[in-house]
């Protein structure tokens, strides 16, 4: 066995998602099972996972966790070794992992500083026989873990951040440090410090061995004022501790051999077939390229930027699916775009992971026309499922589409369209060359042929996330 690992973190596919971090937190244990790092995910019980405890062991209870009792339960449920936080007090309440019916929880900073200070416990400690060699937090909600570590000199665990999304910091009152248990000597702008408050984000930033995110691009945009939102110089001043490492898929979950009407690179027939299928079921009727978007409904995935280009794209003969929820005003716009389109653009608010599948099966192209993009996994569920990736020139998108040009047709590298700035404008021309790239069938079938072949899985990026780990381990 390499070591251990204690992945920590707020979200994880099987058991609770709003987005990639999910997918990525729950791909990584069996990603580098085969490296011979061994994982486990600590997540808290929030009330959607409780029934799970039933099936799960105590090893660890504290009498006094930032206001309430609380227990860690382990077992491995769905080929994950799990840990569940079970703090009622921060944790068994109706609504999402972040917010209730009226918006963020008031707490959070208590919520995510109790996780991160139990993973940063169980790192020194171990937890019933188990010792982790390495912590690695994801995010901001679990940003205070490697500074607890940090300032409970526990130096004989390495600790890595992962930053999936900058957008997120983890804001939290000054006022709230020492209830938040971190040490006060540490309020200053080389510290805990971020503008005059407190962020877990920086306090990871700023006391973990390793920093990463999931892109190469993003992790050089990071320190950048555009993308860095406030936090690129912290990044910047620790650019040797700074690497980008892209995320995978689950190609066993994002198969096309797998879905409704099974095709392959070899034989792309069940593609036609999932597309008839696909238009019958959003009422469809599109003579040009059939676009999907799969996606949050907010600023940052560019959505505003569709009702701008979609009426050129749908006049010259496309059409899309779109399927999301979010932002209340993009949801609106999707409306008004589906309504003005009968036939075109077909639309479903809401959050479908069956339906997804469908979509990406049966389109001929997928849409991502994002302001930033840390690495993105719908562009790679595109080039799986030989559906061509239409995407901004950031982050992730610019690391894993190769975008046609007379060079990349001619050497038979190209994927997808990609395209720069993330405008309207730019959007529209990238629509207009879909429409032209469809036209021309044989170059169009050896775009999806190239766009299969393109590796999505996981190996490359566990073997990275394998020897950082390697290097750290004390
Ligand atoms: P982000 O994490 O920023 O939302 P990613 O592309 O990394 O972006 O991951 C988004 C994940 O959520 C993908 O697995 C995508 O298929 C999924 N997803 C987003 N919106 C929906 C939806 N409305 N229905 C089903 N799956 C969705
Ligand atoms: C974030 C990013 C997305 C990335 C995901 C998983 O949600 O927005 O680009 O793919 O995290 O790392």
Same mark, same amino acid.
């Given at each position: 066995?390499?070591?251990?690992?204690?992945?920590?973190?707020?979200?994880?596919?099987?058991?609770?998602? $709003?987005?990639?971090?999910?997918?990525?937190?729950?791909?990584?244990?069996?990603?580098?099972?085969?490296?011979?790092?061994?994982?486990?995910?600590?997540?808290?019980?929030?009330?959607?996972?409780?029934?799970?405890?039933?099936?799960? $062991?105590?090893?660890?209870?504290?009498?006094?966790?930032?206001?309430?009792?609380?227990?860690?339960?382990?077992?491995?449920?769905?080929?994950?070794?799990?840990?569940?936080?079970?703090?009622? #007090?921060?944790?068994?309440?109706?609504?999402?992992?972040?917010?209730?019916?009226?918006?963020?929880?008031?707490?959070?900073?208590?919520?995510?500083?109790?996780?991160?200070?139990?993973?940063?416990?169980?790192?020194?400690?171990?937890?019933?026989?188990?010792?982790?060699?390495?912590? #690695?937090? &994801?995010?901001?909600?679990?940003?205070?873990?490697?500074?607890?570590?940090?300032?409970?000199?526990?130096?004989?665990?390495?600790?890595?951040?992962?930053?999936?999304?900058?957008?997120?910091?983890?804001?939290?009152?000054?006022?709230?440090?020492?209830?938040?248990?971190?040490?006060?000597?540490?309020? &200053?702008?080389?510290?805990?410090?971020?503008?005059?408050?407190?962020?877990?984000?920086?306090?990871?930033?700023?006391?973990?061995?390793?920093?990463?995110?999931?892109?190469? $691009?993003?992790?050089?945009?990071?320190?950048?004022?555009?993308?860095?939102?406030?936090?690129?110089?912290?990044?910047?001043?620790?650019?040797?501790?700074?690497?980008?490492?892209?995320?995978?898929?689950?190609?066993?979950?994002?198969?096309? *051999?797998?879905?409704?009407?099974?095709?392959?690179?070899?034989?792309?027939?069940?593609?036609?077939?999932?597309?008839?299928?696909?238009?019958?079921?959003?009422?469809?009727?599109?003579?040009?390229?059939?676009?999907?978007?799969?996606?949050?409904? $907010?600023?940052?995935?560019?959505?505003?930027?569709?009702?701008?280009?979609?009426?050129?794209?749908?006049?010259?003969?496309?059409?899309?699916?779109?399927?999301?929820?979010?932002?209340?005003?993009? *949801?609106?716009?999707?409306?008004?775009?589906?309504?003005?389109?009968?036939?075109?653009?077909?639309?479903?608010?809401?959050?479908?992971?069956?339906?997804? #599948?469908?979509?990406?099966?049966?389109?001929?192209?997928?849409?991502?026309?994002?302001?930033?993009?840390?690495?993105?996994?719908?562009?790679?569920?595109?080039?799986?499922?030989?559906?061509?990736?239409?995407?901004?020139?950031?982050?992730?998108?610019?690391?894993?589409?190769?975008?046609?040009?007379?060079?990349?047709?001619?050497?038979?590298?190209?994927?997808?369209?990609?395209?720069?700035?993330?405008?309207?404008?730019?959007?529209?021309?990238?629509?207009?060359?879909?429409?032209?790239?469809?036209?021309?069938?044989?170059?169009?079938?050896?775009?999806?042929?190239?766009?299969?072949?393109?590796?999505?899985?996981?190996?490359?990026?566990?073997?990275?996330?394998?020897?950082?780990?390697?290097?750290?381990?004390?």
């Amino acid at each position: 066995m390499a070591g251990r690992v204690l992945s920590v973190a707020s979200e994880c596919v099987p058991f609770i998602k $709003t987005g990639g971090l999910a997918d990525v937190v729950g791909a990584l244990p069996a990603a580098l099972a085969p490296t011979g790092w061994d994982m486990r995910v600590l997540l808290p019980a929030y009330r959607k996972l409780l029934p799970l405890l039933d099936q799960m $062991t105590p090893v660890r209870s504290d009498s006094s966790l930032f206001g309430g009792e609380s227990r860690v339960y382990f077992g491995r449920i769905d080929g994950i070794d799990l840990l569940l936080l079970d703090a009622p #007090h921060l944790f068994d309440r109706d609504g999402g992992p972040y917010s209730g019916p009226n918006g963020d929880w008031w707490d959070n900073p208590q919520r995510f500083a109790a996780l991160s200070w139990v993973a940063a416990q169980i790192a020194r400690d171990g937890i019933d026989g188990w010792k982790p060699d390495i912590l #690695h937090a &994801h995010d901001w909600q679990a940003g205070f873990a490697p500074a607890y570590l940090r300032y409970g000199n526990a130096s004989d665990v390495g600790s890595v951040l992962t930053i999936h999304n900058i957008a997120f910091q983890g804001w939290a009152d000054v006022r709230l440090m020492s209830d938040l248990r971190l040490p006060a000597d540490q309020f &200053h702008p080389d510290g805990l410090e971020y503008y005059g408050n407190l962020s877990s984000l920086k306090a990871g930033l700023v006391t973990a061995d390793k920093i990463t995110t999931v892109s190469p $691009t993003y992790a050089e945009e990071l320190m950048r004022p555009e993308f860095g939102m406030g936090l690129q110089g912290v990044i910047a001043a620790r650019a040797g501790d700074v690497s980008g490492i892209l995320n995978g898929v689950d190609t066993t979950v994002w198969n096309p *051999e797998a879905e409704d009407h099974p095709f392959s690179a070899k034989s792309l027939s069940g593609k036609a077939k999932a597309r008839k299928a696909l238009c019958d079921e959003f009422g469809l009727d599109v003579p040009g390229p059939l676009a999907i978007v799969v996606s949050r409904l $907010t600023d940052q995935k560019g959505i505003d930027l569709l009702p701008e280009a979609i009426p050129a794209f749908v006049a010259a003969g496309g059409g899309v699916a779109i399927l999301g929820s979010g932002d209340p005003a993009l *949801e609106s716009a999707m409306r008004g775009l589906a309504a003005f389109h009968p036939g075109r653009v077909g639309l479903r608010i809401g959050y479908d992971e069956a339906l997804s #599948h469908r979509m990406f099966a049966g389109a001929d192209a997928v849409l991502v026309p994002s302001r930033f993009e840390p690495c993105g996994l719908t562009q790679m569920y595109g080039l799986r499922y030989g559906t061509l990736p239409v995407v901004a020139a950031t982050g992730g998108l610019a690391d894993t589409v190769i975008g046609v040009s007379p060079a990349t047709l001619a050497a038979g590298s190209a994927t997808g369209i990609v395209f720069h700035p993330t405008d309207a404008i730019s959007l529209r021309q990238a629509l207009a060359k879909l429409v032209s790239l469809y036209a021309d069938q044989k170059t169009w079938v050896r775009l999806q042929k190239n766009a299969m072949a393109h590796p999505v899985d996981w190996q490359a990026s566990a073997s990275a996330y394998a020897a950082l780990y390697a290097g750290i381990v004390r």
